[in-house]
């Protein structure tokens, strides 16, 4: 298995292109950019598999979920005094 890492926006939603099999591990901020850490079975995932596309939908503390929308929850982001909440869409 190997770590990897993907950058994302904060944004209300996007999609991100990684590879099958891969999970996350965490969200932070590195060098002021928000980043991702996935586990990744194994090379041949990250370099020849099929990728998958997953959609991040982020909300700010106080704003409203959109009703009936499947998500999971991956992890609770701050920078500086604003404090985002990442999501995955599910089918």
């Known amino acids: 298995m190997y770590i990897y890492k993907y950058t994302f926006e904060i944004v209300p939603i996007q999609k991100i292109t990684i590879p099958d099999g891969a999970s996350v591990l965490s969200m932070q901020l590195q060098n002021n950019v928000p ?21 991040l939908r982020i909300y ?21 005094e604003l404090v985002f ?5 599910v089918d």
């Open 35 to 55: 980043t991702m850490w996935l586990m990744i079975p194994d090379i041949e995932s990250q370099l020849e598999s099929p990728l998958k596309q997953i959609t």
């Open 85 to 89: 909440h990442v999501f995955e869409l």
């Open 60 to 80: 700010g503390t106080g704003h409203e979920i959109v009703k009936n929308e499947k998500i999971r929850f991956i992890q609770t982001l701050q920078i500086d």
